[in-house]
T-cell receptor, first 114, second 112 residues
Framework: DQQVKQNSPSLSVQEGRISILNCDYT??????FLWYKKYPAEGPTFLIS?????DKNEDGRFTVFLNKSAKHLSLHIVPSQPGDSAVYFC?????????????FGPGTSLSVIP | GAGVSQSPSNKVTEKGKDVELRCDPI?????LYWYRQSLGQGLEFLIY????????KSGLPSDRFSAERTGGSVSTLTIQRTQQEDSAVYLC??????????FGPGTRLTVL
């Protein structure tokens, strides 16, 4: 029973275009969402986050959008670069029942084609 | 270094043997997590330590798995009587505050 879903296992995008990675969740108690990026043979690294009181957070080329009513968030990368090729994990925290536990999605592998 | 470190980076063992995986968190981080990533899968939560509180062991897949954290710093994940399905990358993460976890590079465990 996955609480955090990333229904696209992989995504291919041309360099310079927009990459959109999607994430859906089921637990309405999630209050904080994070995106991590993982290169092969390395641990995940934090990329960007958003609190449930916001609907958008932007950091350079990366923007995360949150639609609470739809229980959906997305990560936009503009413009996409070959170095963005990695696995992206969506994660969520439930502050009410599990303050310290973060639930990760299965990941989406992004390939940016030069 | 300033990051989370894990050792060994790779471990190959025979089925039935015990293994110990080590994690050195970022200095001062009070929370420490262990995750497992099997081939083609996401990050599976295993266990969580916070300060002197009892650890949250709810993610450990069987009683062959155990972990300890000595002195609120270094942690060791032990897998007894390893099975082939234990083969995975074991990731450690630490956290000081908020929800951002900082991950180590992982230990790739292969059970033959």
């Amino acid at each position: 029973d996955q609480q955090v879903k990333q229904n696209s296992p992989s995504l291919s995008v041309q360099e310079g275009r927009i990459s959109i990675l999607n994430c859906d969740y089921t637990n309405s108690m999630f209050d904080y969402f994070l995106w991590y990026k993982k290169y092969p043979a390395e641990g995940p690294t934090f990329l960007i986050s958003i609190s449930s009181i916001k609907d958008k957070n932007e950091d350079g080329r990366f923007t995360v959008f949150l639609n609470k009513s739809a229980k959906h968030l997305s990560l936009h990368i503009v413009p996409s670069q070959p170095g963005d090729s990695a696995v992206y994990f969506c994660a969520a925290r439930d502050i009410i029942t599990s303050y310290d536990k973060v639930i990760f999605g299965p990941g989406t592998s992004l390939s940016v084609i030069p | 270094g300033a990051g989370v470190s894990q050792s060994p980076s790779n471990k190959v063992t025979e089925k039935g043997k015990d293994v110990e995986l080590r994690c050195d968190p970022i200095s001062g981080h009070t929370a420490l997590y262990w995750y497992r990533q099997s081939l083609g899968q996401g990050l599976e939560f295993l266990i969580y330590f916070q300060g002197n509180s009892a650890p949250d062991k709810s993610g450990l897949p069987s009683d062959r798995f155990s972990a300890e954290r000595t002195g609120g710093s270094v942690s060791t994940l032990t897998i007894q009587r390893t099975q082939q399905e234990d083969s995975a990358v074991y990731l450690c993460a630490s956290r000081l505050a908020e929800a951002t976890q900082y991950f180590g590079p992982g230990t790739r465990l292969t059970v033959l």
